[in-house]
């Protein structure tokens, strides 16, 4: 059983923004295309602002759905935190950045706590000598496809920072996780002994 540190910070009182009251799903309000961030101001959902914070949503979806295919305590309750974290920073994003903005909850310690879980799992595993190609397990699929969105949510937000500044230490964060779901997939075909599929160029 692979023993991972985990440092865990509950969400502020300040970060606590959803009304403990029954609420419809549907509300109409965007029927036009517009979305309301938290502060109360109306953009369209298309707006960059959305397509980073919506990226961050479909990242956590897709954690979701890796931690649903493999079962291994500490991991699992890792992704579960991991999880947490991201909707820290959706909350954040989803901000009206001229009002009060909501903190990110993401600490130096949690970038630690992703370095400390890739090399512990990577004291595990044989030396990178090639490319890998995604696959060869459901769960170790799945990890690359955390990886590649989280890519992507990373460029998102890349992006919406060159408009409107954003928290550094979200982005440090994003490209960290990032790297941590790569070393997870390798972990993960190694303690499933699956053989990783090498990628080897067409001989011409």
């Known amino acids: 059983m692979l023993t991972i540190p985990i440092i865990f910070y509950p969400i502020p009182l300040s970060c606590a923004y959803i009304t403990l009251y029954q609420m419809k799903i549907y509300t109409k309000t965007g029927d036009t295309g517009s979305t309301s961030l938290f502060g109360g101001r109306r953009i369209s959902k298309d707006d960059l602002r959305i397509e980073a914070y919506g990226t961050i949503d479909e990242l956590n979806s897709f954690i979701g759905l890796l931690n649903a295919s493999f079962s291994e305590a500490t991991q699992n309750y890792f992704l579960s935190e991991v999880q947490r974290r991201l909707f820290t920073i959706g909350s954040?994003?989803?901000?009206?950045?001229?009002?009060?903005?909501?903190?990110?909850?993401?600490?130096?310690?949690?970038?630690?706590?992703?370095?400390?879980?890739?090399?512990?799992?990577?004291?595990?595993?044989?030396?990178?000598?090639?490319?890998?190609?995604?696959?060869?397990?459901?769960?170790?699929?799945?990890?690359?496809?955390?990886?590649?969105?989280?890519?992507?949510?990373?460029?998102?937000?890349?992006?919406?920072?060159?408009?409107?500044?954003?928290?550094?230490?979200?982005?440090?964060?994003?490209?960290?996780?990032?790297?941590?779901?790569f070393v997870l997939a390798r972990y993960i075909a190694h303690s499933r002994e699956v053989t990783e599929i090498i990628w080897v160029p067409r001989k011409h």
């Open 92 to 181: 954040n994003l989803a901000s009206d950045p001229e009002k009060r903005v909501i903190a990110p909850d993401i600490h130096d310690e949690d970038i630690t706590t992703l370095e400390n879980a890739m090399d512990t799992m990577d004291q595990l595993l044989e030396p990178l000598k090639n490319f890998i190609l995604p696959g060869g397990d459901v769960a170790v699929a799945h990890a690359h496809m955390c990886r590649t969105v989280c890519r992507r949510a990373e460029r998102r937000v890349i992006t919406l920072d060159r408009l409107s500044k954003v928290d550094p230490i979200i982005l440090v964060y994003l490209n960290r996780l990032s790297d941590y779901f």
